[in-house]
């Protein structure tokens, strides 16, 4: 029985560590909405290391690295 059960456990531990160990994504922006989200190398989110502009004809441009450190923007056009 407990052969059965640790290739289970090992693989549900790894598949949580997994999800788990990536970046968050930044919020999705609304229909008729401009969005800037803006990345940050840490938590004390002082040094900026990206930005990510969503316009209102849903064009985007980007740059620099995306992060789980970020603050979301979001105003209506």
């Known amino acids: 029985m407990i052969r059965r059960l640790l290739p289970a456990t090992v693989l549900a531990v790894a598949a949580v ?22 990345f940050y190398s840490d938590s004390t989110k002082t040094t900026v290391v990206g930005e990510k502009y969503e316009d209102c004809d849903g064009r985007v441009d980007s740059w620099g690295v995306r992060t789980g450190y970020l603050d979301f923007y979001e105003s209506p056009c």
């Open 17 to 38: 560590t997994a999800v788990t160990a990536s970046p968050a994504e930044a919020r999705a922006c609304k229909i008729g909405h401009a969005c800037v989200t803006v």
